[in-house]
């Protein structure tokens, strides 16, 4: 009987009673391509096409009125880009914002995961606290941060009158350094808590066994973290910094909505100068160029800093 079974098998034919395989294993192998399709397609739809079709764009002088010509001119867009004084304005102030918010916030969500990783009283109260800036809209804080540092009425006005004994009216807003300086403090207090939940997810995966040891053998709190909590936590360190990075390149919705980059465009970043060229100039082959720039530079350093960090952990 054993024999006769081993020779259908071998044969190919359907023993009997016994369930197909190959359609279970389709189905198995085909689910999870069938549950993200959809969100495959809607990013293909809304991400990867507008993408390619803004590098499209870039070597045209396109309109957006329909019937227009859109004549083609190269890489004209882009010359005109690099030799634009405003384009250098708002790359300096981009860059500025990058390497001033990325690494406060990233230093404060540390801080702040490492006092609240362990159990201190109301630390679920203190956790949803340093998170609600994440889930606020960037319309409302903005809203919020224009009125506290107005120059007419303004918290921040009224809280230095009242250190200082005298009215004191700075216009904030509307001098380059202090309205620049307000910019980063909206993206730090904005994005602080988003760095924290990813430093405390990382801090809950570090063994405390180790830990334990080295505070067993004498090794002080400073010691701990440089040698076993730091290396512990560098994969996560290392997706925070290249997420945070990417998004202080994208800065818009803050500069536009409180100083629309003035005063005299001193302000401007990468995609709010893109915006005005585009929606006020209706320059969409000039502002298609910048953008494209923008994307190309933010791609070569993002894997330009995740090789340089894999590096060091090699």
């Known amino acids: 009987m054993i024999t006769t079974l ?9 023993v009997p009673g016994a369930a197909p395989r190959r359609p ?5 192998i085909a ?16 991400t990867v096409y507008p993408i390619f079709r803004q590098f499209d764009i870039s070597f045209f002088n396109w309109h957006i009125f329909p019937g227009a010509v859109n004549p083609s001119v190269g890489f004209a867009n882009f010359t005109q880009a690099f030799k634009d004084p405003l384009v250098r304005t708002a790359t300096l102030n981009t860059v500025l914002y990058v390497v001033i918010t990325v690494p406060v916030q990233m230093a404060l969500g540390l801080f702040a995961a490492a006092i609240l990783s362990d159990r201190l009283p109301a630390a679920g109260l203190w956790r949803a606290l340093i998170f609600i800036p994440v889930v606020t809209s960037w319309v409302i804080v903005s809203y919020v941060f224009a009125y506290i540092f107005n120059d007419q009425g303004g918290v921040a006005n009224a809280a230095l009158s009242l250190f200082a004994g005298h009215q004191v009216s700075i216009d904030w807003l509307a001098q ?26 990382g801090l809950d995966g570090v063994p405390r ?3 334990e040891a080295g505070r067993v053998d004498g090794a002080t709190e400073p ?15 290392v997706f925070v910094f290249v997420l945070l990075v990417i998004g202080g390149t994208q800065v818009f919705t803050q500069v536009y909505l409180m100083t629309a980059g003035g005063p005299y465009n001193s302000t401007q970043v990468l995609f709010t100068y893109a915006y005005q060229q585009a929606f006020t100039n209706f320059e969409f082959g000039y502002a298609a160029a910048i953008a494209s720039m923008m994307a190309i530079i933010v791609f070569g350093l993002s894997v330009t800093e995740i090789q340089l960090l894999r590096r060091r952990n090699s």
């Open 6 to 14: 081993s020779g259908r098998r071998r044969q190919g034919t359907q």
């Open 24 to 28: 279970r294993r389709l189905g198995r």
């Open 31 to 46: 689910t999870p391509y069938a549950l993200i399709l959809p969100a495959a397609v809607l990013y293909a739809l809304f």
């Open 176 to 201: 380059t350094w202090t309205a620049n300086a307000v910019i980063w403090i909206v993206g730090i207090w904005k994005g602080v808590g988003w760095s924290f939940v990813m430093f405390l997810a």
């Open 209 to 211: 066994e180790i830990v």
């Open 223 to 237: 010691r701990l973290w440089r040698r076993i909590v730091i290396p512990a936590i560098r994969p996560t360190t």
